[in-house]
């Protein structure tokens, strides 16, 4: 392709896309290699791998079973690549990510180390300005965002945390050369999806570890394993059926949920059908009944499940108690799937300290101090999540018409047109983008529709002469009702402290994040704007 200016003199490209992870590469394969766009990937890191390139904690691992985390579109790329476990570990996802590259060959048109600083709309030369951290200068006919859900570190500000003589480490920016803990004192913030998995973990090699724990969390035996050869011949031999399960299914998931109802099922009934899901392990577990995000009662059957099997788990009766003080019902924040999570608790050198009940109040060089205890330690671990979903998109500054920051039309929560666009940002694309599906799915499968559903626009938009395509602000405010409609209609608006409502950041605007109608409903909607000439967009 060749090289282009725009008339300031910066390098000039049809589309800019942000971010070599899952998102960004597919993006890169839709417009460069179906369209003939000339486009560039930005990447912060010095690899491609987005989420999986940072996340390198002891015990990172992904949830979805693995022939579900991968790319679908293309039964050679699909059929090309064997997993070796139930579970994809952070190595094996990142060594899937190049092969994915390489095959399609990518990285020629990846610019890895360059972080975008901001990237401002030029209305009247119709194109985006980018800047990068090194002071180059970039416009794009099309932005397009490729940075991923959880990829804004929420460090906790906790008073004196600069002073502490040790090593901290967040979990979401971990060393390529790892942490040794050997002989440690560790002190682990945090009990989400990363503190579950990294806890029996770090345990293994610490000589001491205390988990600060604010909520506790529901989570179910992930019992991974290593595939079979039967099972590895199964998903090659029905590679097509797995995806048309995953595209058709609420959760993007290979599978679809029961159609039973709780309360119309008889008690030891539904007692045997959780302990079977509990023996087979994974998210699947709460697809057993229909009802639980919808039904308080049914919820409380599962969760009364789940709390009886950890405390039968964990022998002391007070960490146990600790561990089982829900504040949330179950699967109303991301439900968790754990390798011996509970079990280290049973271990001497694991502890429990909660600190709802007596919060940190400072970290001092030598350790932690609790409103009721002092613990002296050698490495910390921020295990404290994400700005999710709004802020990886915040943290770019992003100006549109007129400039006008994203955060200012996002003070009170995103607006968006199916959380592929925001008005007054015109020719700027968001995969996975807030109030799309994003989070509750399966992500690659809502990112190749996104990427898909962008690169069929662009290609109408080509076809058609068309320059511009903006959503309009009635249809945009439907889409909010949409979101908030479906959200409400479940009891995932319940958890208070969720940070899929945002929660989890202190100043951050109390907004449900992500689209709760499923990724088949939403595929339809999509689906039905385009083919209604691009309906709630105006294309100019
Ligand atoms: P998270 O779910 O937001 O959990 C953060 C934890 O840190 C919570 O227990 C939170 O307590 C605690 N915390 C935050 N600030 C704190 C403070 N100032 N003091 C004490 N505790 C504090 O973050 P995460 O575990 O990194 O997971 C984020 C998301 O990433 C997951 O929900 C999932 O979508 C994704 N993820 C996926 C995988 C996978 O597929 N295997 C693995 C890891 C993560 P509160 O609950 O009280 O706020």
């Not at 610019?111 to 709309?121: D, G, H, L, Y």
């Not at 999570?341 to 300290?353: G, K, Q, S």
């Not at 770019?396 to 968006?416: C, Q």
């Not at 009891?491 to 990724?519: C, D, H, I, Q």
Request: net charge negative; aromatic share 10%.
């Amino acid at each position: 392709m060749t090289k282009q200016q725009d008339t300031s003199g910066s390098d000039h490209f049809d589309a800019l896309i942000i971010g070599a992870g899952f998102a960004g590469l597919y993006q890169l394969h839709c417009l460069r290699d179906k369209l003939g766009l000339n486009a560039r990937v930005l990447e912060a890191g010095g690899g491609v791998g987005g989420t999986w390139y940072w996340n390198r904690y002891p015990g990172a691992r992904c949830d979805t079973e693995s022939h579900g985390y991968c790319f679908t579109f293309s039964e050679a790329l699909y059929k090309g690549w064997e997993w070796s476990e139930r579970y994809p570990e952070q190595p094996e996802i990142v060594r899937y990510i190049n092969y994915v590259a390489d095959e399609l060959d990518l990285k020629r048109h990846i610019q890895f180390e360059t972080r975008v600083t901001s990237a401002a709309w030029d209305d009247a030369a119709g194109l985006w300005r980018v800047e990068t951290e090194a002071g180059e200068s970039l416009s794009a006919q099309f932005l397009v965002t490729a940075v991923g859900c959880l990829s804004a570190a929420n460090v906790p500000d906790i008073p004196g945390r600069d002073s502490f003589a040790g090593e901290w480490r967040h979990t979401g920016n971990w060393p390529h050369e790892g942490v040794d803990f050997t002989g440690k004192r560790v002190g682990l913030v945090g009990t989400g999806s990363t503190g579950v998995q990294a806890t029996p973990v770090i345990a293994e090699q610490a000589a001491h570890l205390t988990v600060f724990q604010r909520t506790p969390n529901y989570s179910v035996p992930a019992r991974n394993g290593p595939l079979t050869p039967e099972f590895k011949r199964h998903v090659k031999e029905n590679a097509g059926d797995i995806r048309d399960t995953m595209q058709n299914t609420l959760s993007g998931h290979p599978w679809f949920p029961s159609d039973r109802r709780t309360h119309e099922t008889p008690a030891d009934e539904r007692e045997r059908l959780y302990q079977e899901a509990w023996e087979r392990g994974g998210l699947q577990f709460r697809a057993t009944f229909q009802d639980i995000l919808v039904d308080k009662q049914a919820n409380e059957v599962v969760a009364d499940f789940v709390k009886r099997k950890i405390e039968e788990t964990v022998k002391d009766p007070e960490t146990a108690r600790k561990l089982t003080n829900f504040d949330h019902a179950y699967s109303t924040k991301r439900p968790i799937i754990d390798t011996h999570y509970f079990e280290a608790y049973n271990r001497d050198n694991v502890a429990l300290v909660d600190v709802r009940s007596a919060p940190i109040q400072e970290i001092t060089a030598d350790g932690i101090q609790t409103a009721d205890a002092f613990y002296p330690l050698d490495v910390i671990v921020f295990a404290t999540g994400y700005d999710g979903v709004t802020g990886p998109l915040l943290r770019l500054d992003i100006k549109g018409r007129d400039g006008t920051p994203l955060k200012d039309v996002w003070e009170a929560g995103p607006k968006t047109y199916l959380g592929l666009q925001v008005e007054g940002f015109p020719n700027l694309f968001t995969i996975t983008g807030p109030q799309s599906p994003s989070v509750l799915t399966n992500m690659p499968v809502a990112i190749e529709q996104h990427a898909e559903w962008i690169s069929d626009c662009i290609a109408h938009m080509r076809a058609e002469g068309l320059e511009r395509i903006e959503p309009q602000s009635d249809a945009a405010a439907a889409w909010g009702q949409t979101v908030n409609d479906a959200a409400n209609a479940t009891l995932l608006v319940t958890a208070e402290t969720s940070w899929y409502l945002g929660a989890n950041v202190p100043g951050k605007p109390r907004a449900f994040l992500a689209y709760a109608g499923g990724m088949a409903r939403y595929r339809e909607i999509c689906a039905d704007v385009a083919a209604k000439n691009y309906e709630g967009f105006t294309l100019a």
